[in-house]
T-cell receptor
Framework: DAGITQSPRHKVTETGTPVTLRCHQTENHRYMYWYRQDPGHGLRLIHYSYGVKDTDKGEVSDGYSVSRSKTEDFLLTLESATSSQTSVYFC?????????????FGSGTRLTVV | AQKVTQAQTEISVVEKEDVTLDCVYETRDTTYYLFWYKQPPSGELVFLIRRNSFDEQNEISGRYSWNFQKSTSSFNFTITASQVVDSAVYFCALNNNAGNMLTFGGGTRLMVKP
């Protein structure tokens, strides 16, 4: 029932290299989000998008950039990966903001920066 | 701004015990939505329940129950007769009308031992 898919599911990369994570949705939802999950911090918002080419920063946006050239795709880029960006990254979608039905989350991408 | 606090980082119980997971939130908005998500060891986020700020009715779903109290800004989650399959990380989350995206608490790791 995956209306939202993330790729890759796992990635190991070296410090200083660029990394792009992809989120793809088939629900035609307006809003898309990138969160990172770290122990003790829950999930924290990195960036979000409220339409094609419309994006904004979240709580922990430093070191990350995003792009949304199509409704269905939201890309998260680490321009120069650092060890502090080792985390699990979740993409989410919603029709509205706020959304009384919550967000739908992807399965996550585990990124390790060595 | 909004904030969600889950003071219990880890709880360990023996199977069949009842357990309550605490959630306290802060928001200045009068219209908001509260959620609980479960993250089993497999890593995906599973939606459990939503509640809007106008509905203080408590809810029971099988062994799960939720106690929403606006007076104390709390939205606590109780599992009755816990089972090993309940072992997971549980997140409380808040979404409001004031431009804030879905905000998560730090999560509570529940371990149910046989």
């Amino acid at each position: 029932d995956a209306g939202i898919t993330q790729s890759p599911r796992h990635k190991v990369t070296e410090t200083g290299t660029p990394v792009t994570l992809r989120c793809h949705q088939t629900e035609n939802h307006r809003y898309m989000y990138w969160y990172r999950q770290d122990p003790g911090h829950g999930l924290r918002l990195i960036h979000y998008s409220y339409g094609v080419k419309d994006t904004d920063k979240g709580e922990v946006s430093d070191g990350y950039s995003v792009s949304r050239s199509k409704t269905e795709d939201f890309l998260l880029t680490l321009e120069s990966a650092t060890s502090s960006q080792t985390s699990v990254y979740f993409c989410a979608i919603s029709e509205d903001q706020p959304n009384p039905y919550g967000y739908t989350f992807g399965s996550g991408t585990r990124l390790t920066v060595v | 701004a909004q904030k969600v606090t889950q003071a219990q980082t880890e709880i360990s119980v023996v199977e069949k015990e009842d357990v309550t997971l605490d959630c306290v939130y802060e928001t200045r908005d009068t219209t908001y939505y509260l959620f609980w998500y479960k993250q089993p060891p497999s890593g995906e986020l599973v939606f459990l329940i939503r509640r809007n700020s106008f509905d203080e009715q408590n809810e029971i779903s099988g062994r799960y129950s939720w106690n929403f109290q606006k007076s104390t800004s709390s939205f606590n989650f109780t599992i009755t007769a816990s089972q090993v399959v309940d072992s997971a990380v549980y997140f409380c989350a808040l979404n409001n009308n004031a431009g804030n995206m879905l905000t998560f608490g730090g999560g509570t790791r529940l371990m149910v031992k046989p």
